[in-house]
């Protein structure tokens, strides 16, 4: 370090569950490095490729720096800069006009491109109450394993993350660990050094599923078939914990009889695998001790990816694995944090107010409908902050069309001129995360971070809660809340639970919980138990138990398109993010389909040649990979391209359908058949 230089903590913000603590250098105002706290466990002094690269994409020269209005038609891109003043008085305006016809015409949308629980939902959220704007479901990642996850353990809790080091099985089931759960992999590498089996199941043969002594490549959306026939032979062999099921869960005959249906000869056909991988895999299970599950949500993406969640959170139990602490399964941790949610973004402020809710998985149709009684008026403005709609939502042709409308408002609040931005009418340049306040929570562990600014806001970035805070102001919204700083934000979003000068002091806080939180049962469900059966499902109308409910878009049903298409994470990317980075994207190198070579050999196509993937929702042109990391019956087009850095101006999300999954209202991704051939012969 030069002597003017000094190191800030900081957390990092990004959709991630590792949420590493984050030490910043600065020198001469400039952020210079930033590295990962050894101080933290959970970080271990190592960061991803993509963070390590923090200062290139907060330094980066296309980072936008002033607000701009649109000058040219909708989605040409083509602005030019304007003074915060006159952006925010006219926004303003717009909106107030708006508003006194109907503010369920404004809707705010965004998601996690900051997961920090200020620059979040924080102000953003006092003011759509304030303004009584519709209300956004916030479905586009996790909600169909979140519902699952409450219906079956009565939260989004689980193991704690650190004891997955000392299990002696590891499933990783639906999971890119390497590439998206760095963190994790290495207590994995640390389990299998003291003799742990690693299994993966995914349709890919990831580099993680490279790493484990076992990889079982089912077909998309057959995991729920997986699991029953795992339950058929623990139930047959007699590995149940009966003890445990009998004191601590609900629904044991039910499931029983559910599950006797389900012999490994007809999951593997279901799954695509061979039978004897289904009965070693029950073996290990029921066997092993303590056996331990990291799902993640690449499952969960497809029709019945709530089902397949609840099936895959009963088995635990029935091995009574959660009496260890290296037992057990884990999904997401977050709803071990005791957020003060109403106290931070403030739903009080609607008075009796009810706005409508929308869904952000069917923003494409939901642009693009009418005002009727049962929908209510038609969404005239937008506000955009935290995401990329234009890329991430499914059935990007029909998103595209909506943000073109030209009686549409959009105002976008970002970072960089993403393929959304270029559809806003102003465009409001935002900081990062070296540049403000913010509290983070996390999926993959349970300690709280708190971020501080590292530098001054570049140019004339400002924090999401500076702009909403102004818009308040013109909106004529007098309320106290909307005069609270950033830190006491953050103050107020976990309140007196967490230790804020621990916080302050090293950067995270760590969660007081119990090692094995339900070796004695004790789940957060009504029953307090581990609910095989969900009697609040079955109030509903739907099943108390959990099944395999087949894909919407199921391979075999259709002639003119045989191929299963999922489309997850590319390593060096998050989502969106990055890929406009470009020492990352020369990396990943251009978008990429990978096919198998025997699906290639049908279609002659050749690797590193253009093809056109396509649906009746659109077309995607990418290169082709041939490669054994596909499997059979199943191509991989890697995520998630800006639309306009690829071939023809459109990405994955061309291809993908706005149906929503069984449980949660989230989207089917990786529920998809597409077909493939040669650039030249279309
Ligand atoms: N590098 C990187 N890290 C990321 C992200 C990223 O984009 N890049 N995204 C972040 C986000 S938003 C999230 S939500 C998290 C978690 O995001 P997830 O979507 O869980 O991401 P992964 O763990 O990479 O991948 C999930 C795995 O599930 C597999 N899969 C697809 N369909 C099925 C199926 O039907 N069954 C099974 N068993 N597996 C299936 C895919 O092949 C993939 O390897 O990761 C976060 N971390
Ligand atoms: N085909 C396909 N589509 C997918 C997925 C998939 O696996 N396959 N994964 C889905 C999943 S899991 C998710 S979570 C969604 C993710 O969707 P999004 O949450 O939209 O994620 P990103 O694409 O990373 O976009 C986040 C944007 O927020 C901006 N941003 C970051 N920090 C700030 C800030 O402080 N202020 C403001 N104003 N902006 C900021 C970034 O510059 C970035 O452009 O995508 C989904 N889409
Ligand atoms: S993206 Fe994940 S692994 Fe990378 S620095 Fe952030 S939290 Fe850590
Ligand atoms: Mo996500």
Request: net charge neutral; charged share 20%.
């Amino acid at each position: 370090m030069t002597p003017d230089a000094h190191r800030v903590l900081g957390a990092c913000p990004h959709d991630c569950p590792d949420t590493c603590s984050l030490v910043t250098t600065v020198e001469n105002g400039v952020a210079v490095r930033v590295q990962g706290n050894p101080k933290h466990r959970h970080t271990d002094g190592v960061l991803c490729a993509k963070v390590s690269k923090y200062t290139e994409r907060t330094h980066h020269p296309e980072r936008l720096l002033t607000p701009l209005k649109r000058v040219g038609p909708k989605g040409s891109g083509q602005f030019a800069p304007v003074s915060w003043d006159e952006a925010l008085d006219d926004i303003a305006q717009r909106l107030k006009a708006i508003a006194a016809r109907d503010p369920q015409a404004i809707l705010p949308y965004s998601y996690a491109g900051t997961m920090g629980l200020v620059q979040g939902e924080g102000m953003a959220g006092r003011f759509f109450h304030r303004l009584g704007a519709s209300l956004l479901d916030r479905t586009i990642c996790a909600s169909a394993g979140a519902e699952a996850l409450t219906q079956t353990l009565g939260n989004k809790v689980g193991m704690k993350v650190e004891h997955f080091a000392e299990a002696k099985l590891i499933l990783i089931w639906g999971s890119n660990a390497i590439g998206s759960n760095l963190h994790f992999w290495r207590l994995a590498q640390q389990a299998k050094r003291d003799g742990a089996r690693l299994v993966c199941i995914d349709p890919r043969r990831t580099e993680t599923a490279e790493k484990c002594h076992e990889h079982l490549a089912i077909r998309p959306g057959t995991d729920a078939a997986l699991a029953f026939a795992l339950m058929h032979e623990l139930i047959v062999h007699n590995w149940i914990d009966h003890d445990y099921v009998q004191r601590h869960t609900l629904g044991w005959d039910q499931l029983r009889e559910r599950a006797l249906q389900w012999p490994p000869t007809r999951a593997a056909e279901v799954c695509g695998i061979p039978v004897e991988q289904i009965t070693q895999l029950a073996r290990d299970y029921g066997t092993t001790k303590p056996a331990a599950i990291r799902l993640n949500y690449g499952m969960q993406r497809v029709r019945g990816g709530g089902n397949a969640v609840r099936a895959v959170a009963c088995l635990p139990a029935l091995v009574g694995a959660w009496r260890h602490r290296a037992g057990g399964l884990l999904l997401s941790s977050s709803g071990h944090f005791p957020v003060n949610r109403a106290a931070l973004q403030r739903p009080d402020l609607l008075g009796e107010r009810r706005p409508r809710t929308i869904n952000m998985s069917t923003i494409g149709d939901d642009l693009l409908r009418p005002a009727s009684p049962a929908f209510g008026p038609a969404i005239e403005a937008l506000i955009v902050y935290n995401s990329n709609p234009v890329a991430v939502a499914p059935d990007s042709s029909k998103v595209a069309k909506g943000f073109q409308r030209d009686n549409l408002f959009t105002v976008v609040l970002e970072q960089f001129q993403t393929d959304t931005a270029d559809m806003a009418d102003y465009v409001l340049p935002a900081t990062t995360q070296l540049e403000h306040w913010d509290i983070h929570t996390s999926y993959g562990h349970t300690d709280v971070l708190l971020n501080r600014p590292a530098i001054e806001p570049l140019g004339e970035a400002r924090p999401n809660t500076e702009v909403f805070r102004q818009l308040a102001r013109r909106m004529g919204f007098t309320d106290a809340c909307f005069d609270d700083d950033d830190l006491s934000l953050c103050r107020t979003a976990l309140g007196e639970k967490v230790d804020f000068n621990a916080l302050l002091e090293h950067g995270f806080a760590t969660l007081a919980l119990p090692e094995a939180p339900f070796a004695d049962g004790h789940f957060p469900t009504p029953s307090g138990k581990c609910e095989f059966f969900s009697q609040r499902l079955a109030d509903q109308g739907l099943d108390g138990l959990p099944d395999h409910l087949p894909n919407a878009e199921l391979a075999g049903t259709s002639e003119r398109y045989p191929l299963a298409m999922i489309s997850p994470p590319a390593r060096n990317f998050l989502n969106s993010s990055f890929v406009n980075v470009k020492s990352l994207r020369d990396i990943e190198g251009e978008p990429l389909l990978e096919i198998h070579p025997l699906d290639a050999k049908a279609r002659h196509i050749r690797s590193g040649e253009v093809v056109r993937v396509f649906n009746d929702r659109g077309e995607y042109r990418c290169t082709a990979r041939v490669s054994e990391r596909a499997r059979p019956g199943v191509v991989n087009g890697l995520g998630i391209w800006w639309r306009k850095l690829g071939l023809n101006g459109t990405n994955v999300n061309e291809l993908t359908s706005q149906r929503l999954t069984d449980l949660g209202r989230a989207p089917t991704f990786y529920d998809c058949l597409v077909e493939v051939a040669p650039a030249e012969a279309g």
